[in-house]
């Protein structure tokens, strides 16, 4: 069983994705870049991974995902402009994306699935655990998850999922776990995973959300896993064979999270979580909150 308990320091994420469910904007815009209020969706994902200590960043891109590398380089005309008028908040505001993190790319080329993106990021990880963050899944920041797996994954070795409640008739749209549970409440011992079971076939309602913290024995298995379910190398498939064996890479735990999350990958969902991060602003939230609240009563 690999075993490690020295301090995590590497997130991957993922950001390859063609984001078909938002065309006609992702046609030339990647859909990590989107708006999320104020802040493209992919800079709070990064900004979740710093907070929980991963100060390196290994970005998973493909084509026309340029705009991902702009949005965390320096823009030098930009940041001049800004300083010749004196606009020292929106300067700041700036360069804030470029000085977040030590920022590194790949190109997935072929998109596989989400298997075969974590298996792109083997050469920069080497045999150290990992974290890989979906941008999809906003995490508030009142609500660390991420530093919470990092914390499992240190002190029990293997792999942590990221595992949240779901209304069982929502459950086919996720991977599901089978667990144990753990002398710690929000801690369970997975046992098995199934990605997009049916509803009658589902081992339990907790859904695997985007945050997952690895052990590098993953990426053997990876190497050696056929596509599947939807013809695409599955990460839920190596990560049962971890759950099934925990001499191959240590055991798989999950935290089961209970707090904010906002999902950006379905357009309903998209348009809400700008609705709820903007009503929670202190600059913008009293006014916007106002407002809402005459437009919902009017239009009832």
Not at 83 to 108: C, F, I, P
Not at 125 to 138: E, Y
Not at 174 to 195: F, I, K, N, S
């Amino acid at each position: 069983m690999t075993q490690s308990h020295t301090r995590i320091s590497k997130a991957v994420i993922p950001a390859a994705g063609l984001g078909t469910r938002f065309l006609p904007a992702t046609k030339a815009t990647p859909k990590e870049m989107l708006p999320v209020v104020d802040k493209p969706a992919i800079q709070y994902v990064v900004e979740e991974a710093v907070a929980a200590g991963l100060s390196d960043v290994l970005m998973i891109t493909g084509r026309n995902k340029r705009p991902l590398e702009d949005h965390f380089d320096r823009n030098y005309e930009l940041e001049s402009a800004l300083t010749r008028k004196g606009d020292a908040e929106r300067l700041q505001k700036v360069q804030e994306s470029s000085d977040l993190a030590t920022m590194h790319y790949v190109r997935q080329g072929d998109p596989r699935g989400l298997g075969h993106a974590v298996l792109c990021a083997a050469p920069h990880v080497g045999d150290q655990p990992f974290a890989v963050l979906l941008g999809d899944d906003l995490i508030d920041p009142r609500d660390p998850l991420l530093a919470r797996m990092v914390e499992i994954q240190e002190r029990e070795g293997g792999s942590v999922v990221a595992l949240m409640e779901v209304a069982p008739e929502q459950i086919h749209m996720y991977g599901c776990a089978a667990v144990e549970p753990t002398a710690q409440g929000d801690v369970v011992r997975v046992t098995g995973l199934v990605e997009k079971p049916d509803t009658a076939e589902a081992p339990s309602n907790l859904a695997v959300i985007g945050r997952y913290v690895l052990d590098p024995a993953v990426f053997d298995i990876l190497r050696k896993t056929e596509p599947g379910r939807g013809g695409e190398i599955q990460l839920t498939d190596a990560l049962q064979l971890l759950a099934e064996d925990e001499k191959i890479g240590g055991p798989v735990h999950g935290v089961v999270f209970k707090g904010r999350r906002y999902d950006t990958g379905d357009r309903g969902d998209y348009l809400r979580a700008i609705v709820r991060l903007a009503c929670e602003r202190e600059d913008l939230g009293p006014d916007f909150r106002t407002w809402l609240r005459s437009y919902v009563t009017e239009e009832m």
